[in-house]
């Protein structure tokens, strides 16, 4: 069985040796055209003039391509709202595309990209939360409120405050890319995408097609984290369109500043929050106000802001408590999935809270977030009742790995000797639901082929970004056959083999797509056990597939055997498999019912130090307990975990986006943008998967592991705000990032020295 | 007409003095292991081997190659890695694989420089190479693990100078 084995991703050997092919890296047919985009400069105005004479004019240009090129619609929108490829009368945000030309080399597209003269008159800019609230800029009408109970302050202690959580940008290392390559009667497009199947519906659609007409392939991808779920629609439709009016096969690859001017970035969050407590610190109404930076396009917001209200009480038991969610319009990039997908925006909000109260009160912060846990049985803020409640048990574990309660103490008596460099540790739970709040998004399809030497090859509608979901997909078939994993293949996801996919998101890639799998495996299992079951005269249920073997009793076969047995009897060696996730009944409107399929829990102890002369800080350990359910892969999750950490800590401390006052991102490359470095990893980071769970109710009793261990992180900012607090008596309300400059504002509030 | 040695083998390159490595390297010599990442130095995708010096080949002009050039194809084959590969693996670094030939071959180059590096030196020497999926904790678990096979195992079993004459 393979299952359950820390067996290596499987383009390990491919990615130590440069072989691992990306879309970049396939081979182009002679003649392919290349593709960039002209870009808007302005934040918002109207377009007046589009002289392209130039552009058309420089040297190797084929064709320059506006909106009126477009023969179906010019929209890239994962929602029923609009979102055009090209700028038609306005354009919304800089780095808007305006207009897009087809070259015969990669670097005369880009030069002549830069010769367009458009005369746009510009509008006022909505650049900053503040500017969109006093205009009413909202998305969906106006506010989404839901409410456990209404929040009674009556008789309880009024805590108030506000928490700032900056965006965030991909930086997926492979920019978006895509290779369009036209046939006699339809296209298949090449995508760098988490979301094969609406990257073929938008390319049908910009084409007036058929959704048959059109054929998306993706292979690996150099890194997603959700930026490449609806972003990759842009740069598909835009070769697809190429494609179709030059009639030749046509690439675009984004250059790194333009993918981070053009496409989307984590939202960013303001939480206006209101607190009752009564005597013992216990928080009994809560009022919680969610302003969230969407952007210019309604993109994937809803559904990123609705999770950030489900994850707004993290996994504590709230008595009564509202939330008001506003969902702003601003003439900056979309704002649109990134890991976590609101949820860790969410989450920062009930955890500055709780911060806040123990700070208020004295408690001993970890004792307090005990004290709020939810238990088993107990329902939600939104109304779904907890089938288990791991985390105390969590926390517990992870009490005694980190040792916590000595190094307290002993960052007590550290900060009380040394005026200059400042320690803090906390810890923070993590609950985070799993599946897609969109009820029907939740299924997934799969074709299996079995071979007659006994080999297989397979497709399944989730695509690999680098988390491993192929790895874990041939263990699971391996395992239905009992044979090696290694003679399982994964070939490229592929509309034209697996239809109607979901986005491979919600970190639901394995749960749906291998259970698809193992659905499909049965079929095939079945089929072969009932003819060999007639053969050696026995039921079906007593034949067994292990160790690369088909045995029943004293009858045993080679997989290969039974395989090719079974094509001499006529029986098919292919299936599809499907599934559907069971059990969920969820109503936004309301903001009640049962989301998600389980929760993913797990917690983590963050230690930092702070130098308070300069701002600067260091993370210097970090323990995680973790709730993988029965780890398909121990190895992959547990980098899954490691990276998700790291991911979170840079939203948290050292990536920041800074758009100027006309609405300019000043942060468009990693000269200005800075991710985490080696250098900025911690002496310690201690990963255990926790043995405790009983396991989920997926395939397998695995947990899915993408998002939640991003969210880890929020104990980082935590232990942070806490070292602030260290340098004095008065409430430090440290924002996020914290960057050297945010420490420095903090440390200068605790010690009440305003925002000196 | 430039000649550039990578690999070991030598090539007459037809382009122009200005045109950075990384794109002879990947449109002209089809040695597509070496990734394209920001095109201004800053993420380290792009890492060659220069004389056994790790540079950034996306700011390096063809005109500025001034040794033998070593690809992460050039570093170690299938069934002969280069015991940083070989760690790699075991250590299973990679997750999404782009930055992973920059990676290794920087990690390549700083044990040419320092054949035990601390943490801090790895640090130092690594914090240029940018990996979005947070595999850093591997990585230095990799590189510390090379370093020392490499000193019990000799500098044969992973020499990276990429055929200098």
């Known amino acids: ?756 | 007409m430039a000649e550039l040695r990578v690999n070991g083998t030598l090539h007459r390159i037809d382009a122009p003095g200005d045109m950075p490595l990384l794109w002879v390297l990947r449109d002209l010599l089809g040695l597509i292991g070496t990734k394209y990442g920001c095109g201004v130095a800053a993420c380290g995708a792009c890492t060659v081997l220069v004389g056994g010096v790790a540079v950034r080949s996306c700011q390096t002009p063809l005109e500025a190659v001034d040794g033998p050039v070593t690809t992460i194809e050039g570093l170690g084959q299938p069934g002969a890695l280069h015991i940083l590969q070989q760690e790699w693996i075991a250590h299973q670094v990679a997750q999404c694989g782009w930055c992973q030939s920059g990676q290794i071959l920087q990690a390549a180059s700083l044990l040419r420089q320092i054949p035990r590096p601390s943490d801090a030196e790895i640090d130092a020497a690594m914090a240029g190479n940018l990996c979005r999926c947070g595999t850093y904790p591997r990585i230095r678990a990799a590189i510390h693990a090379a370093a020392a096979r490499l000193a019990a195992e000799g500098p044969a079993a992973g020499n990276a100078d990429g055929g200098a004459p």
């Not at chain 1, 005269?537 to 076969?557: L, N, S, Y």
């Open chain 1, 1 to 756: 069985m393979s299952i359950g084995k820390p067996l290596p991703h499987d383009a390990a050997q491919l990615s130590v040796t440069g072989r691992a092919r990306y879309l970049d890296d396939l081979p182009c047919p002679a003649g392919t055209l290349h593709l960039a985009f002209g870009l808007s400069d302005v934040a918002h105005g109207r377009i007046t003039g589009m002289d392209l004479a130039a552009v058309r004019a420089a040297p190797d240009v084929v064709a320059v391509l506006t909106a009126a090129d477009i023969p179906g619609h010019n929209d890239v929108s994962p929602n029923p709202l609009p979102e055009p490829l090209l700028a038609e009368a306005e354009v919304h945000f800089a780095g808007q595309a305006l207009f897009l030309v087809v070259a015969r080399s990669h670097m005369a597209a880009r030069r002549a990209a830069r010769l367009g003269r458009v005369e746009i008159t510009p509008l006022p800019a909505i650049v900053t939360l503040d500017q969109a609230l006093a205009a009413g800029s909202h998305f969906e009408g106006g506010p989404i409120v839901w409410q456990s109970a209404p929040p009674d302050f009556t008789g309880l202690e009024i805590l108030e405050g506000r928490i700032e959580v900056g965006g965030q940008e991909h930086f997926y290392l492979e920019g978006q890319a895509a290779l369009a390559l036209p046939d006699e009667d339809g296209m298949t497009v090449q995508s760098s995408t988490q979301h094969p199947t609406e990257v073929q519906h938008k390319v049908a659609d910009a084409l007036g097609w058929p959704l048959a007409r059109v054929r998306v392939e993706v292979g690996r991808m150099g890194g997603a984290f959700g930026g490449k779920e609806s972003q990759a629609n842009g740069p598909a439709v835009a070769a697809a369109l190429a494609a179709h009016l030059t009639g030749r096969p046509c690439k675009i690859r984004l250059d790194r500043d333009d993918d981070m001017r053009m496409t989307g970035k984590r939202h960013e969050i303001r939480i206006d929050y209101r607190a009752g407590l009564d005597a013992s610190g216990r928080i009994r109404a809560l009022d919680l106000r969610h302003m969230l930076r969407c952007g210019w396009s309604a993109d994937l917001s809803a559904p990123v802001a609705d999770r950030a209200m489900l994850h707004a009480a993290n996994a504590y038991d709230i008595p009564a408590l509202r939330i008001e969610s506003h969902r702003l319009r601003t003439n900056t990039q979309s704002a649109t999935a990134f890991r976590g997908f609101g949820g860790p925006q969410g989450m920062m909000g009930i955890e500055r809270v709780l911060a806040h109260v123990a700070h208020r009160t004295g408690r001993e912060p970890l004792a307090l977030r005990r004290a709020h846990l939810l238990a088993a049985g107990q329902a939600t803020h939104y109304g779904q009742e907890l089938d288990e409640a791991p985390l105390p048990a969590i926390l517990d574990a992870l009490e005694a790995r980190a040792d916590y309660a000595a190094r307290r103490a002993a960052i007590a008596r550290w900060n009380a000797e040394n005026p200059i460099l400042k320690r803090g540790l906390a810890i923070s739970p993590v609950m985070f639901g799993i599946s897609f709040t969109l009820t029907h998004l939740n299924q997934a399809g799969a074709l299996v082929n079995v071979y007659t030497d006994g080999t297989v090859a397979l497709s399944h509608g989730g695509t690999e970004m680098g988390q491993g979901l192929n790895r874990k997909i041939a263990q699971i078939a391996a395992t239905a056959f009992g044979i090696a994993p290694e003679a399982v293949r994964i070939t490229p996801t592929d509309t034209a083999k697996v239809p109607n996919t979901s986005a491979t998101a919600a970190s639901s890639g394995t749960d749906l797509n291998g259970a698809a799998v193992a659905a499909a495996c049965a079929r095939i299992r079945a089929r072969l056990a009932a003819m060999l079951a007639a053969k050696w005269g026995c039921a079906p249920e007593e034949i067994a597939f292990e160790d690369g073997k088909v045995r029943a009793d004293t009858h045993a076969m080679p997989f290969a055997a039974a395989a090719k047995a079974a094509w001499e009897a006529r029986i098919s060696l292919s299936a599809t498999g499907f599934h559907a996730t069971p059990g969920l009944d969820w109503n936004r409107k309301t903001g009640r019912g049962r989301p998600f399929h389980y929760f993913v829990c797990g917690a983590a102890a963050t230690e930092v130090v702070l130098d308070i002369l300069t701002g600067e800080a260091r993370v210097l350990a970090a323990h995680i307990v973790h709730d993988a359910g029965a780890s398909l892969n121990p190895a992959l999750d547990r980098g899954q975990i490691e990276g998700g950490y790291v991911q979170g800590l840079g939203w948290l401390t050292c990536e920041e986006l800074v758009w100027d006052a006309a609405g300019q991102l000043r942060t468009h490359s990693p000269s200005t943008y800075k991710i985490p470095a080696v250098s900025d990893m911690p002496g310690v980071l201690d990963v255990a998967l926790w043995p405790g769970g009983a396991g989920a109710p997926a395939i397998h009793r695995a947990r899915a592991v993408g998002e939640p261990p991003f969210m880890l992180a929020i104990s980082a900012h935590l232990a942070l705000l806490d070292a602030c607090a260290a340098c004095g008596p008065h409430w430090p309300d440290l924002q996020a990032p914290a960057t050297p400059e945010a420490l420095l504002a903090a440390v200068a509030r605790a010690r009440g020295e305003g925002d000196a």
